[in-house]
T-cell receptor, first 114, second 115 residues
Framework: NAGVMQNPRHLVRRRGQEARLRCSPM?????VYWYRQLPEEGLKFMVY????????ESGMPKERFSAEFPKEGPSILRIQQVVRGDSAAYFC????????????FGPGTRLTVT | GDSVTQMEGPVTLSEEAFLTINCTYT??????LFWYVQYPGEGLQLLLK?????DKGSNKGFEATYRKETTSFHLEKGSVQVSDSAVYFC??????????????FGPGTSLSVIP
């Protein structure tokens, strides 16, 4: 059973470009979470999605950031017009259902904005 | 609101030393408690968990006991190895089963084990 997959593992963008990060949850998991980890800091929750629904986006910046989890295909975290402060590791996690306590993490995408 | 506090790092230990990383929490009811580990350049992996008071989670020589009276979930290992060098995150998930509540992570404690 493959784990949570994220791609790309490393992404370099120039200021003003768009970054698209993809996450495929574990098979059978319908809940996806995105986190951001800044250098030397802990994990910060960004958004929680189920298929075709955003459940909680309280941790996501109001501008430039968006997320989706379509009926088919991976979850996408999109950052428009990136700035240097967006440089971070972005982690996706999935869980099978609402009651399941633990989450399973992907290896992360390391975004560098030059 | 619910929160998790961990001892500040970095922690540096010699191989075979005893490890304790303190974790305390604030939450209503009976949350589930977790320790996650992040090795360099990787994502987080679940290390162990406990879902009710007095439960002991254990894995790979690590242990943590859910103490309701002290609201703590300290991580311990009797003899650390160089391969245990990583960042350790304490986390909780609130116990409200009828609605969504996100997992809350502590800030992480960096551990370095030297030969």
């Amino acid at each position: 059973n493959a784990g949570v997959m994220q791609n790309p593992r490393h992404l370099v963008r120039r200021r003003g470009q768009e970054a698209r990060l993809r996450c495929s949850p574990m098979k059978g998991h319908s809940h996806v979470y995105w986190y951001r980890q800044l250098p030397e800091e802990g994990l910060k929750f960004m958004v929680y999605l189920q298929k075709e629904n955003i459940i909680d986006e309280s941790g996501m910046p109001k501008e430039r950031f968006s997320a989706e989890f379509p009926k088919e295909g991976p979850s996408i975290l999109r950052i428009q017009q990136v700035v240097r402060g967006d440089s971070a590791a972005y982690f996706c996690a999935s869980s099978p259902n609402l009651q399941g306590p633990e989450q399973y993490f992907g290896p992360g995408t390391r975004l560098t904005v030059t | 609101g619910d929160s998790v506090t961990q001892m500040e790092g970095p922690v540096t230990l010699s191989e075979e030393a005893f490890l304790t990383i303190n974790c305390t929490y604030t939450a209503t009811g009976y949350p589930s408690l977790f320790w996650y580990v992040q090795y360099p350049g990787e994502g987080l992996q679940l290390l162990l968990k406990a879902t009710k008071a007095d439960d002991k989670g254990s894995n790979k020589g690590f242990e943590a006991t859910y103490r309701k009276e002290t609201t703590s979930f300290h991580l311990e290992k009797g003899s650390v190895q160089v391969s245990d060098s990583a960042v350790y995150f304490c986390a909780l998930k609130p116990s409200r089963e009828t609605s969504y509540d996100k997992v809350i992570f502590g800030p992480g404690t960096s551990l370095s084990v030297i030969p």
